[in-house]
């Protein structure tokens, strides 16, 4: 859970900064000082399921489907395997989701940018 809310906040990260090459520097910038601070503390793990939600929720780009949802998915069956009954993976659409939304409100609250900036 904590993996796919860490890259739930570094996509609404990438989604806030300004588009073109500042916002690629800022998130390269954000991603790599998550993944460092992950290994410092020895939460290595975490890297790679944030690696797996993230292709999750990509997989969801040029399409109609939720990218949130695609993420629950992928959480559910990392938690469950293929056991994964729809009303747990509603609730963690549902979280997520609620997640992502707090997420994007907090971040209008700031400016974004890169210390290339």
Do not use: P, W
């Amino acid at each position: 859970m904590k993996a796919a809310h860490i890259e739930l906040m570094l996509i609404v990260i990438a989604q806030k900064s300004a588009f073109g090459q500042r916002s690629l520097d800022f998130s390269r910038e954000a991603r790599g000082f998550t993944e460092s601070y992950l290994g410092r503390q020895g939460q290595d793990r975490l890297n790679g399921l944030c690696d797996i939600y993230n292709h999750a929720f990509g997989s969801s780009a040029g399409t109609s489907v939720d990218g949130v949802l695609l993420m629950a998915a992928s959480l559910g069956q990392n938690i469950c395997g293929n056991e994964c009954a729809q009303s747990t993976a509603a609730k963690l659409h549902a979280v997520l989701h609620a997640a992502c939304e707090s997420y994007i409100s907090d971040f209008k609250q700031v400016k974004l940018g890169s210390s290339n900036s």
